[in-house]
C-alpha cells in the first residue's frame, strides 16, 4: 500500500486557471506538508499542518491555500494559476510536527501552466 | 536552522563505500543531522539522522565528528540504485522545525 499518495500525478493547465492537488497518507500520522521544487531543483517547504492546524507557513503567495478536511488529507489548492507555479510539488507526513520525526514523502505532483 | 555545505557531485565504484561529506559548523547543540536522498525526481527518501552518536541502519551509517561541526553519510557497498541527489539537512527538536533542503550532493554510481 501506498504510504503517501498524491493525485493527480500530472497538471497541465492555463494560467489563470484554478486548479487543486489532493495528498492522502495512510500511516496514522498527525503531521502533513507541502513542499516546491521548482526547476533548478531546490526543494522548499510551504506548508505544514499538525492535526488539521496550520503550522509552518513560509512566505507563499496567496492564492495557494491549504485545506485539511482530517488528518490523513492535505489539500493544495491554487487560484489564479501563473507561469512561475510550474514546478514539482511533494506532500510529505510524519508522526509529529517536531524535528526529530522522519518525514515520508509522496511521489509528487508535476504541474506545468501554459 | 543551521545551514549545511556538501560538494556538488561524486562518483563511485559499484560495490565500493560511498563516503559524503556535509559541514555544518553552526549547528546548535539542539539540533539533528538528517540525510534524505532524492532518486531522479521521485519524492525524498530518509536515510538516517543522528544527535551526536554515530548511528547504522540497514540503508548507511552516518558518522558525526565529535564537535558536530561535520558529518559523513557512509554507504557501505553501493549499487547502481544508489545514484541519487543526498541531501544533508539540520534541523532542530522544538515544534514547528522543518526542513530546509539545500542543493545536495549528487552521487553517481559506475559500473
Known amino acids: 500500500d501506498t504510504a503517501v499518495s498524491q493525485t493527480p500525478k500530472y497538471l497541465v493547465t492555463q494560467m489563470g486557471n484554478d486548479k487543486s492537488i489532493k495528498c492522502e497518507q495512510n500511516?496514522?500520522?498527525?503531521?502533513m506538508y507541502w513542499y516546491k521544487q521548482d526547476s533548478k531543483k531546490f526543494l522548499k517547504i510551504m506548508f505544514s499542518y499538525n492535526n488539521k492546524e496550520l503550522i509552518i507557513n513560509e512566505t507563499v503567495p496567496n492564492r495557494f491555500s491549504p485545506k485539511s478536511p482530517d488528518k490523513a488529507h492535505l489539500n493544495l489548492h491554487i487560484n489564479s494559476l501563473e507561469l512561475g507555479d510550474s514546478a514539482v510539488y511533494f506532500c510529505a507526513s510524519s508522526q509529529g510536527p517536531i524535528g526529530t520525526d522522519t518525514q515520508y514523502f509522496g511521489p509528487g505532483t508535476r504541474l506545468t501552466v501554459l | 536552522d543551521a545551514k549545511t555545505t556538501q560538494p556538488p557531485s561524486m562518483d563511485c565504484a559499484e560495490g565500493r563505500a560511498a563516503n559524503l561529506p556535509c559541514n555544518h559548523s553552526?549547528?546548535?547543540?539542539?539540533?539533528?543531522v538528517y540525510w534524505y536522498r532524492q532518486i531522479h525526481s521521485q519524492g525524498p527518501q530518509y536515510i538516517i539522522h543522528?544527535?551526536?552518536n554515530n548511528e547504522t541502519n540497514e540503508m548507511a551509517s552516518l558518522i558525526i565528528t565529535e564537535d558536530r561541526k561535520s558529518s559523513t553519510l557512509i554507504l557501505p557497498h553501493a549499487t547502481l540504485r544508489d545514484t541519487a541527489v543526498y541531501y544533508c539537512?539540520?534541523?532542530?527538536?522544538?515544534?514547528?522545525?522543518?526542513?530546509?533542503f539545500g542543493t545536495g550532493t549528487r552521487l553517481q554510481v559506475t559500473l
Open positions: 539537512i539540520v534541523s532542530g527538536s522544538g515544534t514547528a522545525s522543518k526542513l530546509t
Open positions: 543522528g544527535l551526536k
Open positions: 553552526t549547528i546548535s547543540g539542539n539540533e539533528y
Open positions: 500511516l496514522g500520522h498527525d503531521t
